[in-house]
């Protein structure tokens, strides 16, 4: 069963701001010998320092952090060779294939994919992993971020996977919840090892963490929020392509994941009166557009097809009239 997010007060997200470079002088926290952190990234040379900081302040830490460069031209993988040469349980790798231009989804998933086989397949460590945290380069985790996310999926044995809470630090009570999956769930996640690996790792097509939503539902596994493991994306619209490209980028691959048209003209009517900026979700209908017109390619699944064709109006549409 899939859990939207419950409303409340994003307190204590400021821990993920304060305090200084974490030093390997410091104490270091207890070791969490069942989880693997893989992080993808391209062109975040930026981002790396604040990135390793906010993973060595944390309350504990994984048996490996895997870092995949995905044919960055930045010099973001050599930095982050460079301010982790200390700390052998972080590994920075190069992604072993690339899609090209217009296929962020894809290469994002060929990334992490890389990473958690790296990880697995590290002698004396690999077998030991149960669970797989994936967050990206521009986020600021509160310190106990991956202690608290870790305690809540052990504590359900049927939980696929659970993400954190994203807060905007410059208005911390303004959370919107709608009670939709698609709509709460983000993509900073932990997931069960066993549910990912029986997926054959992250699926290489449009929007792949919407798609897992679709498997864990269809296994009826749970899959939901942990609200108190707070994080913040320092990226303005999580996206390095910038809010319209993001916006077309998304209508695309909801056409690509067969969403009924019905659905985007309900969200544009719906979150286009109740979320800022209202002009997103016109937007992302143009990008469905767009993958209409050109006849862009659909996800080859029919268990993915039939849900956002069939179900996914009936499912949306329950969730909104049980939060109103």
């Known amino acids: 069963m899939i859990h939207g997010a419950r409303s409340e007060k994003a307190e204590g997200i400021q821990h993920a701001s304060d305090g200084g470079a974490a030093s390997p002088e410091e104490a270091g926290p207890m070791v969490d010998d069942e989880l693997l952190l893989v992080t993808p990234m391209r062109n975040e040379a930026e981002h790396i320092h604040d990135l390793i900081g906010t993973v060595l302040r944390q309350t504990i830490r994984p048996a490996a952090w895997i870092l995949v460069d995905g044919n960055s031209d930045d010099g973001c993988s050599e930095r982050a060779r ?7 349980w972080i590994h920075v790798i190069e992604q072993t294939g690339y899609y090209g231009a217009g296929y962020s989804h894809q290469n994002f998933a060929l990334g992490v994919n890389d990473g958690v086989r790296h990880g697995l397949e ?3 460590m690999g077998n030991r992993i149960r669970y797989i945290a994936k967050i990206d380069a521009s986020v600021e985790l509160a ?4 202690e608290r996310m870790t305690a809540d999926i052990r ?4 939980t696929a996977f659970v993400c954190g809470l994203e807060v905007d630090v410059e208005a911390p009570d303004t959370i919107y ?7 709460d769930l983000n993509d900073i996640r932990v997931y069960r090892r066993d549910f990912l690996v029986s997926q054959n790792l992250y699926p290489v097509s449009a929007s792949p963490d919407a798609v897992l939503i679709v498997k864990a539902m269809n296994e009826g596994l749970d899959a939901r929020l942990c609200s108190s493991a707070r994080f913040h994306d320092k990226r303005a619209g999580a996206t390095k392509i910038g809010r319209w490209k993001g916006y077309l ?5 909801l056409w690509n994941l067969s969403y009924h048209p019905l659905i985007i003209f309900a969200d544009i009517f719906y979150f286009g009166l109740l979320r800022k900026p ?3 979700f016109t937007v992302v209908m143009f990008g469905y557009l767009q993958g ?3 006849q862009d390619e659909r996800i080859p699944d029919p268990e993915v097809v039939d849900y956002f064709w069939r179900r996914r109006l009936a499912d949306a549409m329950d969730a909104h009239l049980k939060r109103g």
């Open 249 to 253: 980028l998304k209508g695309r691959a």
């Open 155 to 158: 504590s359900d044995q049927r």
């Open 122 to 124: 590290m002698p004396g």
């Open 292 to 294: 209409f017109i050109n």
């Open 82 to 88: 460079n301010l982790t040469e200390q700390y052998d």
């Open 278 to 280: 209202r002009y997103q």
């Open 143 to 146: 310190p106990d971020f991956l």
């Open 177 to 183: 919840h709608s009670g939709d999956p698609f709509v």
